[in-house]
């Protein structure tokens, strides 16, 4: 049970095909859920132009502030595996007196590239992967220190099917 409380900044932190925006489509409403992808293709029309992130992140975390503002529920699905992506994520929920908390997807190496395969949208090799797994295992260490309220770690695809939120009432 992945406890959140009912008005929170969630950041999803994963890997490449770890599984985030299936995650957040069978969690969250769609509305809830700011993903990096789509950001990119508001700023840029292609999602995955990478060159477009630093715009892409600057429309993200004005429109979670907007969110945050009005008491709603935020998610960022992006991989977050930088620590500086995060402190941005870190930044937006403190000035709205929000908790952070971050949802790690865990998954083996070889299970994520292997569904990285069978999509057309993400034509990375398999060094790129390997990076962010390494950036991933660097991250589970400093998540609480960053500043996250509650860091979650579900390992492999069995612990992320299975999981359920359960919402925390603030008062
Ligand atoms: P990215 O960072 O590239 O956006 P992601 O973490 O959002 O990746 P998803 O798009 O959710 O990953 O999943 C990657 C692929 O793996 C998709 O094709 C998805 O359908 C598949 N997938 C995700 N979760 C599962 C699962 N539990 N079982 C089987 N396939 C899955
Ligand atoms: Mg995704």
Redesign the pocket.
């Known amino acids: 049970m992945i406890d959140v409380p009912e008005l929170a900044l969630v950041a999803l932190v994963?890997?490449?095909?770890?599984?985030?925006?299936?995650?957040a489509r069978s969690h969250f409403l769609p509305t809830q859920v700011l993903s990096s992808?789509y950001f990119r293709g508001l700023v840029a029309d292609d999602e995955n132009d990478q060159a477009a992130s630093a715009e892409a992140f600057d429309v993200l975390h004005y429109v979670a502030g907007k969110r945050l503002a009005a008491g709603r529920l935020t998610v960022v699905?992006a991989?977050n595996l930088q620590p500086h992506a995060r402190a941005g994520l870190v930044k937006v929920a403190r000035e709205h007196d929000v908790l952070p908390v971050a949802i790690v997807?865990d998954v083996p190496e070889a299970l994520a590239w292997e569904?990285?395969q069978?999509?057309p949208d993400?034509t990375f090799g398999r060094q790129v992967l390997t990076r962010m797994h390494r950036d991933l295992r660097r991250s589970l260490g400093s998540l609480a220190r960053e500043g996250f309220r509650k860091v979650h770690v579900l390992r492999g695809?069995d612990e992320?099917?299975s999981a359920e939120i359960r919402y925390e009432k603030l008062f």
């Open positions: 994963g890997i490449s095909g770890s599984g985030k925006s299936t995650f992808d699905d991989t997807l569904r990285t069978g999509r993400r695809a992320i099917a």
